[in-house]
C-alpha cells in the first residue's frame, strides 16, 4: 500500500506542519528533536537522489491530534527555485490529500545578512498557499548558542521591526528554538491568543488607546457590525514582549444617540459568538 493511502486514512486525526528555510538552519534537527527519534523519515520522497521531502510522523500531539512533519530541502538550493520546492509541497499535500496546518520558517539568529530573500519568500509562501491569515505560520530563529545573547536579541529585535512587523501584526508569530526537545515543542503548542473589549462613552479616547496600544494606524480588520452607522472592530496585533496574539474590540461610544447601552453589549456578545 502507498503511504499516501496509509497517511490518507488518518488525515482528520493528524496535524501536517511544514518546516521551511534556508539550508543548514536547523530543520532536520528541529524534527528530529520534535520527534525524539534518528532518522525518522517515512519514505514520502520526491525525486531521490536530487531533492526531496521526507515526511516524519511524530509521538506527541497538537490539539489532541498526531503531527507529521514535512522536511524541506533548502529553499536556497542551487538546483531548485523557491517556486519549485513550494509547488512540490503542495503537489504532495493534495495527492496525500492532507491539507497544511502549521509552516514553521526557519531563520539562523546566526545569519547577520538583512535577509530580503527570507522575507520574499514569506510573501511567496503566503501568496502560494493562499495565506490570508498568518496565524498558523511560525518564523522559528535558530542558532542561538552560535552567537552572543546580547548580538541575537538585537539581530531579533530589529527583524521584528524591520522586517517581520507586518506578519507579526497579522497574527504571526516570533519563536526560538534553543536546540531542545523542549524548546521544539513549546513552538509547537498552540498559539495564546487574548481578546480586550475597549467599551466607554464617545470620544473618550477608545480607538487611539488601540492604535497606540497596536502601534498601528488605521488597522481594523473588517470584522464590522451595521456598517455606516454603529459598527465594532476587530483590531488583531502581537504583545511586544510575551508574542502572544492580542485582539483589542473596537466599540463605538456608549452614549450613541442610535444604541442602547444593552444592544450594543448583545452586538459584542454576538460578534464574539460569529467569530
Known sequence: MSIHRELSRAQEEE??????????AGKTTFINLATQRGDCGVGHDLDPGTTKLDWVR???????????????????DAEKKDTEVMNMITDSLAKAKYKLDTVLYLHPISDNRIPWSGLERLKLLASLWKIDRVSNLVIVTTMWDEVKEEVGVRREEELKIKFWADLMAMGCQVKRFHRTTESALEILSPPTQKVVIVLGPAASGKTTFINLAAQRGDCGIGHDIEPGTTKVEWIRT?????????????TPGLNDTQKQDAEMVKMIKDSLIVA
Open 58 to 76: 511524530g509521538p506527541h500531539l497538537i490539539n489532541g491530534r498526531a503531527v507529521i512533519f514535512i522536511d524541506t530541502p533548502g529553499l536556497d
Open 238 to 250: 502581537m504583545h511586544p514582549v510575551d508574542d502572544h496574539s492580542i485582539i483589542f474590540i473596537d
Open 15 to 24: 496535524e501536517v506542519v511544514v518546516v521551511l528555510g534556508p539550508a543548514a
